[in-house]
């Protein structure tokens, strides 16, 4: 017995003839006759009387009735359900971040723009560095990354440029370059230690963003302690222990004993990229991807 004979009883039961049945399923009467004898070849048991008006269900078709409508049901529900799985319309999204993009404003608007138009997909979020993230995203336990991208990029996954995203410095709230009202020239910071997410941690792309930054400006940055998150660094700042530069958006985070400056022109920047597999992606992982292309193409999170 198939689902589809099933399918063709239920039709027959419900319209009580043959020809109104076989309109609706779509087919001609013939195959849905001979459908119906294959049934009940099988199931030993005539299933319909046939009268000049039509059919009617025998005592043995409406038990059979009776027992196959919630198969049927069930079968209908699981149909719905695989569509919606295929389509990334349910399920679960394994969404990734990194520390410094976490602050970034396109991040909580996707993410509340994503559960807006898929409300029966679960968000499970994850921050880690940019190291740690691609390589959950190679391991397939990540669907998606926001992080700091840099070179060599992996081959197998496609990493979709976002933004370029101003570095600010900061500096301990008693240095004398928190004293500048006006935009603060980076060599300025020479002489500092600066406090840096590990190179081996971060994928290097804030890392690199930040010695690249020094470099044009005229000098190789001192580097000082490392410190695994953003939090830590600015921390660390706080304790007199050296600068940094940070992306424009960590602004907001106001920790005592520190100071924000904005740079002089030209002002470095950091690039924000959003990752996940170059073949096959989740549907899930596009679903959210087209998301956040169409916020950036809306050019509401450019700096």
């Known amino acids: 017995m198939e689902l589809r004979h099933i399918r063709y009883f239920l039709a027959a039961a419900e319209e009580k003839n043959l020809t109104k049945a076989a309109m609706r399923l779509g087919i001609s009467q013939p195959p849905l006759s001979m459908q ?6 099988e199931i030993g048991a005539v299933l319909f009387h046939r009268n000049p008006h039509g059919i009617e ?3 043995a078709g409406q038990a059979f009735l009776k027992a196959v409508q919630p198969l049927q049901q069930r079968a209908d529900e699981a149909i719905q359900i ?3 799985v295929a389509n990334g319309e349910l399920g679960q999204l394994n969404l990734g971040f990194t520390g410094t993009a976490a602050l970034n404003p396109l991040i909580p608007t996707a ?3 994503f559960q807006k138009t898929y409300p029966k997909v679960k968000v499970k979020i994850e921050e880690a560095n940019s190291a740690a993230l691609i390589q959950k995203l190679l391991n397939e336990q990540v669907d998606i990354a926001f992080l700091r991208p840099s070179d ?3 081959d197998a996954l496609k990493i979709q440029h976002l933004m370029d995203e101003p570095l600010v410095a900061v500096v301990p709230s008693h240095h004398p370059a928190a004293e500048h009202s006006q935009a603060l020239a980076l060599m300025a910071l020479k002489d500092d230690p600066f406090i840096m997410i590990p190179e081996s941690f971060s994928g290097m792309g804030l890392y690199d963003a930040i010695v690249q930054a020094c470099l044009q400006a005229g000098f ?3 580097i000082g302690q490392s410190a695994p998150q953003l939090v830590s660094i600015l ?3 706080s304790g007199n222990l050296g600068v940094s530069l940070v992306p424009e958006s960590v602004i907001q985070v106001q920790l005592a004993g520190i100071q924000h400056c904005r740079l002089q022109a030209p002002v470095p920047h950091v690039s924000l990229g959003l990752a996940y597999h170059a073949e096959n992606p989740s549907q899930l992982a596009i679903n959210f991807a087209s998301i956040v292309m169409s916020l950036c193409h809306q050019n509401q999170y450019s700096f």
């Open 152 to 154: 060599p990029q992996p």
């Open 57 to 59: 269900l025998t005592e």
């Open 235 to 237: 921390s660390l700042i």
């Open 111 to 113: 993410i509340r723009e």
């Open 36 to 41: 119906i004898r294959d049934l009940e070849n």
């Open 82 to 84: 695989a569509r919606q």
């Open 220 to 222: 190789d940055p001192k």
